[in-house]
T-cell receptor
Framework: GENVEQHPSTLSVQEGDSAVIKCTYSDSASNYFPWYKQELGKRPQLIIDIRSNVGEKKDQRIAVTLNKTAKHFSLHITETQPEDSAVYFCAASWTDSNYQLIWGAGTKLIIKP | NAGVTQTPKFQVLKTGQSMTLQCAQDMNHNSMYWYRQDPGMGLRLIYYSASEGTTDKGEVPNGYNVSRLNKREFSLRLESAAPSQTSVYFC???????????FGQGTRLTVV
């Protein structure tokens, strides 16, 4: 079945530096790749998503890149701020399950002051 | 605008008891989902309803049943709770498959 691997599991960066989280997926027909942010004790919220016909998408300090050949996609956060501290989840659609999402295990991002 | 509302927020069950988690959305979304979230494992889909009148199994459906009561409401039932079902449960909805999902506030369920 579909598998989504997410790395690293924990990432600690200095405030103002950039953070990169990477996910790989196994279903070559996956066509939708969202990223969600979950603050401690809160619900997940979408921060950015990308579809398979696009290689890169940006929204202010956040960007996502997709490499379909290598079957991986990455979240880039620039100029990190304390409020970026959270757990970030990637997901990929799974064709065998009517394109429902399979989720990565999450990355805990810690922004050091 | 309430978004996605799920009840209860917390629940403790004894092994073998049953319960129903309720979820309602007011965004006129077609698709609704039930996930469970366990430490270090991300979100796993239990059941989903792509549109009113349809329900399908996700990754981890065993021990659960669902009902799409109408377009707004999607309930999750545990018929005979087991300790392995201790988890945080999230309901979510989206306009259609593969669009932004909006989550409820979660239900923390403990089975003892």
């Amino acid at each position: 079945g579909e598998n989504v691997e997410q790395h690293p599991s924990t990432l600690s960066v200095q405030e103002g530096d950039s953070a990169v989280i990477k996910c790989t997926y196994s279903d070559s027909a996956s066509n939708y790749f969202p990223w969600y942010k979950q603050e401690l004790g809160k619900r997940p919220q979408l921060i950015i998503d990308i579809r398979s016909n696009v290689g890169e998408k940006k929204d202010q300090r956040i960007a996502v890149t997709l490499n379909k050949t290598a079957k991986h996609f990455s979240l880039h956060i620039t100029e990190t701020q304390p409020e970026d501290s959270a757990v970030y989840f990637c997901a990929a659609s799974w064709t065998d399950s009517n394109y429902q999402l399979i989720w990565g295990a999450g990355t805990k991002l810690i922004i050091k002051p | 605008n309430a978004g996605v509302t799920q009840t209860p927020k917390f629940q403790v069950l004894k092994t073998g008891q049953s319960m129903t988690l309720q979820c309602a959305q007011d965004m006129n979304h077609n698709s609704m989902y039930w996930y469970r979230q366990d430490p270090g494992m991300g979100l796993r889909l239990i059941y989903y309803s792509a549109s009113e009148g349809t329900t399908d199994k996700g990754e981890v459906p065993n021990g659960y049943n669902v009902s799409r009561l109408n377009k707004r409401e999607f309930s999750l039932r545990l018929e005979s709770a087991a300790p392995s079902q201790t988890s945080v449960y999230f309901c979510a909805s989206s306009e259609q498959v593969n669009t932004e999902a909006f989550f409820g506030q979660g239900t923390r369920l403990t089975v003892v």
